[in-house]
């Protein structure tokens, strides 16, 4: 078979990481992904759809052989890997990590283990951190072994503006100097993935920086611009909009909220819900609590108080929440006792009474008596 002439592409592919991350974990014997090495789109092989759509696909994918990869598919073997990795280099709870062990070593070790870390949030955090660094050197490993330049769009210090442009002119030679510039960049970047310190890397030395409030904000991507897309493979495109809670390990549901679902049923997320609300109510309060400390002296008793009367929650507890904060919410100050206006009132009420008010004798030298 002859092989296709495509346009060539000016910069390195343009991927985005956690797509491709999403597509290595639900490959499978029953789903299929393919990276175009073109333009850099997934295509994913849904069965769901009808039958003259699929045989358009694969006659397409037959004859542009050279242009798609398959993404591997993930093993028992490699997913268990993954799990036993984390518990052994990140679990440091001897009863936990036993637990562990005993849920990878049994039947649906992989939906089990997802559901034992969503119920144990110190773990979940480590879980998330630990799994998208695995997958990104995974990830890299295979594209460096397919010999392609690429950069992930996660990782260019280019603006959403100038990386939309790159696209539209990604095949044209001579572009303006800002589209050739980012190019460079492009260029640069996709240098660093094919260093050893892409799939080994290192601590960063000297002092640990300051610890800051973690603000977690979405990346903005750039819109999808695809010029070279066959019509048989454009009912296959594979370009599901990232979110925070996209990406799962968990090879039957699409997002985090569909698998928290699936664990205990939907009442899970209402619970959920309850708690982020009660968590709330009492933080707002820890910080009341300090401002009377500092103002009226609260105790720690009279602390429990509110803090239990906040925990049991409920329409009905805010008077009783009330009524005890009532006594120690700094109020307005009491006015005055009207002690000099009383004995006014009284030595008015001597004068018209005929007494006379008896002045205290100074202490001194006594008078000569006549």
């Not at 480590?126 to 995974?138: C, F, L, V």
């Not at 990782?155 to 800002?178: N, P």
């Not at 030395?205 to 454009?234: N, S």
Request: net charge positive; with cysteine; hydrophobic share 35%.
């Amino acid at each position: 078979m002859a092989k296709q002439k495509y346009p060539k592409v000016q910069n390195p592919l343009i991927l985005r990481f956690h797509r491709l991350m999403d597509a290595f974990a639900k490959s499978d014997d029953e789903r299929d992904f393919y990276l175009d090495t073109v333009e850099g789109f997934i295509v994913f092989a849904d069965l769901d759809k009808s039958v003259e759509e699929l045989e358009g696909l694969e006659k397409e994918l037959q004859t542009c052989a050279d242009r798609f990869r398959l993404i591997p598919k993930m093993t028992f073997y490699e997913t268990k890997k993954f799990m036993e990795g984390f518990v052994n280099e990140k679990v440091y709870d001897i009863d936990t990590k036993e637990k562990l062990l005993d849920i990878i070593s049994s039947k649906e070790a992989r939906e089990n283990f997802l559901e034992f870390i969503y119920d144990h949030l110190t773990e979940l955090e480590k879980w998330q951190q630990y799994y998208h660094e695995r997958s990104r050197i995974r990830i890299i490993e295979w594209l460096r072994s397919e010999e392609i330049q690429f950069a992930f769009e996660e990782d260019l210090d280019v603006t959403k503006h100038v990386l939309e442009k790159v696209k539209h002119h990604q095949f044209d030679a001579k572009v303006s100097k800002d589209v050739q510039n980012a190019r460079e960049t492009i260029v640069v970047k996709s240098k660093t993935y094919y260093s050893n310190e892409a799939l080994n890397p290192r601590p960063k030395r000297g002092r640990p920086p300051k610890q800051a409030a973690k603000v977690e904000l979405e990346p903005q991507y750039t819109i999808d611009i695809y010029k070279t897309v066959p019509q048989a493979i454009r009912p296959f495109l594979f370009n599901p909009d990232f979110t925070s809670t996209s990406v799962t390990f968990s090879a039957k549901f699409d997002t985090e909220a569909q698998l928290i679902a699936s664990l205990r049923g939907s009442s899970r997320v209402k619970i959920d819900t309850k708690l982020e609300a009660l968590s709330q109510r009492l933080e707002s309060l820890r910080h009341l609590s300090d401002r009377l400390k500092s103002s009226s002296g609260l105790g720690l008793e009279s602390e429990e108080r509110l803090l239990q009367a906040v925990s049991e929650g409920g329409e009905e507890k805010k008077s009783k929440i009330a009524g005890i904060a009532k006594g120690f919410l700094p109020g307005k100050k009491k006015s005055a006792p009207k002690e000099k206006k009383e004995i006014q009132e009284m030595l008015q009420k001597k004068r018209e009474a005929g007494i006379k008010q008896v002045t205290p004798i100074k202490r001194g030298k006594k008078k000569e008596e006549g």
